[in-house]
């Protein structure tokens, strides 16, 4: 299987050529375009607890499915192109036997023995900020495809490294991770997630992006109407 | 005799922005809210582009295409325009052949070209509702625009594009508009029409223009979080 980015940096899509028999799995709603030798199938998982209540917000994702759209070739040489819902790019990451955590906006596809676990709920014990976001825990050999809100940026974790909760695509299960506040004297209000971040120790890859999707739905959302 | 006009398109393929230059005289029509910015020259009538439009109010459900008319009146001119969307522009100089458009990809076109609606009828759909493309056709330049970037393929055999990724296609393809078996649609679509695996498959020959965003996943993506009004 071959992938190719197209239209890098800001609306970003990845485009696959498929030979017979290949297959990739990939987020629901993400394929934009395809040629006709392709089957396409639907599984489900069932997803995490988002965790935590939130006055005003409905657990979103407590007890929901995610959807998962699976295609297969039956031909060589077929093209699927698939993209993020948010503006923002993609990223390619090779496992070779290793587990990411990937944020639940960020997963984008994988394939080859890529184990795709929605149940993950590392974080959830520690946060009330977890509604708007699930965690998938990826292991195995094969090729994960990751999304971005904004840019992405790799940082190759020795030591300690701190990101805002919102902006972690994606980790290395290999790294120590707690949950606190930026910093102690922060004044603010804790429900909701504000100035919660997560402190990364040890040795392992993290990606980030430079915007804050969960953020911009807790600003946008409040000045809906409520469903 | 119709002449191109002078164009730019700047700032591609994010934030691509249309910059155009009449010649004292010339008119360029343009869906309302484009015009970014102009200089005095221009003169700007807003509303319907001739009697050929008189159709559309009923066929779109009431709502008629609406376009507004630049001229410039007084002298060469510029007007600056942007779509709605963060993404891209393309320009398409049509002459004697046509190009079927969705709705939100049209951005503007000169004298010379017709738009006109096409309805793609309630068969086969969920929520009854259809897609509803344009057909600009004529001669002169068109202008469209996408929600992220702008890819162009050239179809020679057949392919699959999901509905609310299509900018635009030539008349030359046939299409067809459906369900692909097993192809489940993201998670709130039916409440954002675009259908849930709804795709249009095209085949013969020709060329299309894709996008590689769409609203309706972003809009689903913040229904998530809408209050809940049990709360």
């Not at chain 1, 805002?164 to 994606?170: L, M, N, R």
């Not at chain 1, 997560?198 to 392992?204: A, D, H, L, P, V």
Request: glycine letters at 14%.
């Amino acid at each position: 299987m071959h992938f190719e980015m197209l239209c890098r940096p800001a609306a970003t899509a990845v485009r696959y050529t498929l030979d017979r028999g290949e297959s990739i799995t990939c987020e629901v709603g993400a394929m934009v375009a395809m040629t006709t030798g392709l089957t396409v199938s639907t599984t489900s998982k069932s997803r995490g607890g988002g965790g935590g209540i939130v006055k005003g917000l409905k657990r979103m994702f407590s007890g929901e499915n995610f959807f998962l759209n699976h295609f297969t070739s039956q031909e060589d040489q077929q093209t699927l192109v698939i993209a993020p819902t948010m503006m923002g790019d993609c990223r390619h990451h090779r496992l070779s036997g290793g587990t990411m955590i990937v944020q639940g906006s960020s997963w984008l596809a994988s394939s080859g023995e890529i184990e795709i676990d929605t149940t993950w709920q590392g974080f959830t014990s520690a946060l009330f900020s977890g509604e708007s976001m699930f965690w998938v825990r990826c292991s195995g050999r094969g090729d994960l495809f990751l999304s971005s809100y904004g840019a992405i940026y790799a940082v190759p974790v020795s030591g300690q490294y701190t990101v805002d909760t919102g902006h972690i695509v994606a980790f290395e299960e290999t790294l120590r991770y707690r949950i606190g506040k930026a910093s102690p004297s922060l004044i603010g209000s804790f429900l909701g997630g504000e100035g919660l971040v997560c402190k990364f120790e040890g040795q392992g890859l993290l990606y980030c992006q430079s915007h804050n999707a969960p953020s911009l739905g807790k600003l946008l959302g409040p000045k809906l109407k409520p469903r | 005799m119709p002449s191109s006009l002078q164009f730019q398109i700047e700032c591609r393929p994010d934030f691509s922005l249309l910059a155009v230059q009449l010649k004292q005289g010339e008119k360029i029509f343009a869906e309302p809210a484009a015009m970014a910015s102009m200089s005095p020259q221009i003169t700007l009538q807003a509303g319907l582009k001739g009697g050929a439009l008189k159709s559309l109010g009923r066929m779109l459900g009431g709502e008629s295409l609406i376009v507004n008319t630049f001229t410039a009146t007084n002298g060469p001119g510029e007007i600056l325009f942007a779509p709605g969307h963060l993404g891209d522009t393309h320009h398409y100089q049509l002459s004697g052949g046509a190009v079927l458009l969705q709705r939100g990809a049209y951005l503007a076109s000169s004298e010379g070209v017709d738009v006109s609606a096409q309805w793609q009828g309630a068969k086969g759909f969920f929520s009854g509702e259809g897609l509803v493309l344009l057909k600009a056709s004529g001669t002169g330049d068109l202008f469209f625009n996408s929600y992220g970037a702008i890819l162009e393929i050239d179809v020679r055999d057949q392919f699959i594009v999901d509905s609310g990724y299509i900018v635009a296609f030539e008349d030359t393809l046939q299409y067809n508009i459906g369900l692909l078996p097993g192809l489940r649609g993201g998670g709130f679509k039916r409440l954002f029409f675009s259908g849930e695996g709804l795709v249009c498959r095209f085949s013969g020959e020709g060329r299309i223009w894709i996008q590689t965003r769409h609203l309706a996943p972003y809009l689903s993506w913040i229904h998530a979080f809408r209050p809940s009004s049990s709360s």
